[in-house]
């Protein structure tokens, strides 16, 4: 059973979590197909090609079928020629969406917080409202619990903390219903507020 450290109001360690022995049972593969689909929805599929039916020419044909000791060709658009049609080529119309049921995008994120929890690197907090709303003080807060990367988990964003936070470009802090199981992959660290850790592993 793993277990997430709980700290206090100092961000100090004052006892630890223990999350759900049934997420040990969780295969690392529902994370593996989640990342895929994640990755191939937010791809842009910019790269395209003409077929010789779609480039611009003539379909005269480019010289006598026989006695030229050539090939015999049909029309400069064909793939052989400079200006022609590329053969096999991408194609914008691609679709590499895949699709990832709702219980596998959870069984995905619960992979990864259990994962983090048995490295130690899933932290658990009562609030990271940051009261002062300045960088500097979360940047104390983050470097403190998370050195060189972090997520910061909230039930709900407020003013302040997002102009704290929103100048640091190694931490991330996301709304607990905004967070995926790829974006928790992403970072070393996670912290996260007790209400909102309940929120996403209380059982359906």
């Given at each position: 059973?793993?277990?997430?450290?709980?700290?206090?109001?100092?961000?100090?360690?004052?006892?630890?979590v223990?999350?759900?022995?049934?997420?040990?049972?969780?295969?690392?593969?529902?994370?593996?197909?989640?990342a895929?689909?994640?990755?191939?929805?937010?791809?842009?599929?910019?790269?395209?090609?003409?077929?010789?039916?779609?480039?611009?020419?003539?379909?005269?044909?480019?010289?006598?079928?026989?006695?030229?000791?050539?090939?015999?060709?049909?029309?400069?658009k064909?793939?052989?020629?400079?200006?022609?049609?590329?053969a096999?080529?991408?194609?914008?119309?691609?679709?590499?969406?895949?699709k990832?049921?709702?219980?596998?995008?959870?069984?995905?994120?619960?992979?990864?917080?259990?994962?983090?929890?048995?490295?130690?690197?899933?932290?658990?907090?009562?609030?990271?409202?940051?009261?002062?709303?300045?960088?500097?003080?979360?940047?104390?807060?983050?470097?403190?619990?998370?050195?060189?990367?972090?997520?910061?988990?909230?039930?709900?964003?407020?003013?302040?903390?997002?102009l704290?936070?929103?100048?640091?470009?190694?931490?991330?802090?996301?709304?607990?219903?905004?967070?995926?199981a790829?974006?928790?992959?992403?970072?070393?660290?996670?912290?996260?507020?007790?209400?909102?850790?309940?929120?996403?592993?209380?059982?359906?």
């Open positions: 059973m793993s277990k997430a450290t709980l700290l206090n109001a100092q961000y100090e360690k004052a006892g630890e223990a999350l759900p022995e049934s997420y040990e049972s969780i295969s690392e593969q529902n994370l593996y197909l989640y895929k689909s994640f990755l191939g929805s937010i791809r842009q599929n910019g790269a395209h090609t003409k077929t010789r039916a779609a480039v611009s020419g003539t379909d005269k044909k480019p010289f006598a079928q026989k006695g030229g000791g050539r090939g015999r060709q049909g029309s400069l064909g793939p052989t020629f400079v200006g022609g049609g590329v096999f080529g991408p194609k914008n119309t691609r679709n590499y969406n895949q990832v049921n709702k219980k596998q995008k959870r069984l995905a994120l619960l992979y990864v917080l259990n994962k983090k929890a048995s490295e130690g690197s899933l932290l658990v907090v009562d609030s990271l409202d940051i009261e002062s709303g300045k960088t500097k003080s979360a940047a104390q807060i983050a470097k403190k619990l998370a050195p060189r990367d972090g997520l910061f988990v909230v039930t709900s964003i407020n003013e302040k903390s997002y704290a936070f929103r100048n640091l470009s190694a931490y991330y802090l996301a709304e607990v219903g905004e967070i995926n790829y974006i928790a992959a992403s970072y070393r660290v996670i912290v996260i507020e007790k209400a909102a850790l309940e929120q996403i592993t209380k059982e359906d």
